[in-house]
């Protein structure tokens, strides 16, 4: 079985500008969830998605949005980037409710 | 209130000793579950070991045992026969069950010595 995978794994942006972080979950997994960790600090939780409907989202602006796709897969937007948005990005699935699988995370640098 | 407190920034231990990070958690949903990822400098979240709320028995997984103190609310991660493999950030989380998100803590950063 495959895993949780994560692109891009690096990224550098200009405060302003939009991005899009891509997950490609594993086999199997109906929810995704998405996790930003700034530098030092344990992951937050942005949001999640079930079967293509957002069904929980943390205390993040409304220029973080996402998307999951029929095949499962989700990408982050974050629009506006601000130099705060500088952080490891982790995107997490699973296919019950504690069983979770992390990806390796985008590091994304704006500057 | 912060649901999950890792009061240890920094461990060392020797090569081969056993090891103890601490983790306290804060919920009032009777149901939820206890976690511990390492994470190395790949940033990779690797599970390590799981407990239940409900789970009567401390979880083992390998060198890893979770001694869990349900009255105390804390749920400890102890590393036997600790390896140089094992330096890394270790973070406790939790998820409740009805919630939908892993409350993660700060962490601790591991160091094993040769």
């Known amino acids: 079985e495959t895993g949780v995978t994560q692109s891009p794994t690096h990224l550098i942006k200009t405060r302003g500008q939009q991005v899009t972080l891509r997950c490609s979950s594993q086999?199997?997994?109906?929810?995704v969830s998405w996790y930003q960790q700034a530098l030092g600090q344990g992951p937050q939780f942005i949001f999640q998605?079930?079967?293509?409907?957002?069904?929980g989202r943390g205390n993040f602006p409304p220029r973080f949005s996402g998307l999951q796709f029929p095949n499962y897969s989700s990408e982050l937007n974050v629009n506006a980037l601000e130099l705060d948005d500088s952080a490891l990005y982790l995107c997490?699935?699973?296919?019950?409710?504690?069983?979770?699988?992390f990806g390796s995370g985008t590091r994304l640098t704006v500057v | 209130a912060q649901k999950i407190t890792q009061t240890q920034p920094g461990m060392f231990v020797q090569e081969k000793e056993a090891v103890t990070l601490d983790c306290t958690y804060d919920?009032?949903?009777?149901?939820?579950?206890l976690f511990w990822y390492k994470q190395p400098s790949s940033g990779e979240m690797i599970f390590l070991i799981y407990?239940?709320?409900?789970?009567?028995q401390n979880a083992t997984e390998g060198r890893y045992s979770l001694n869990f103190q349900k009255a105390r609310k804390s749920a400890n991660l102890v590393i036997s026969a600790s390896q140089l493999g094992d330096s890394a950030m270790y973070f406790c989380a939790m998820r409740e069950f009805t919630g939908n998100q892993f409350y993660f803590g700060t962490g601790t950063s591991l160091t094993v010595i040769p």
């Open positions: 919920t009032s949903d009777p149901s939820y579950g």
């Open positions: 407990q239940g709320s409900y789970d009567q």
């Open positions: 086999s199997g997994h109906n929810t």
């Open positions: 997490a699935s699973s296919s019950d409710r504690f069983g979770y699988t």
């Open positions: 998605y079930y079967r293509e409907e957002e069904n």
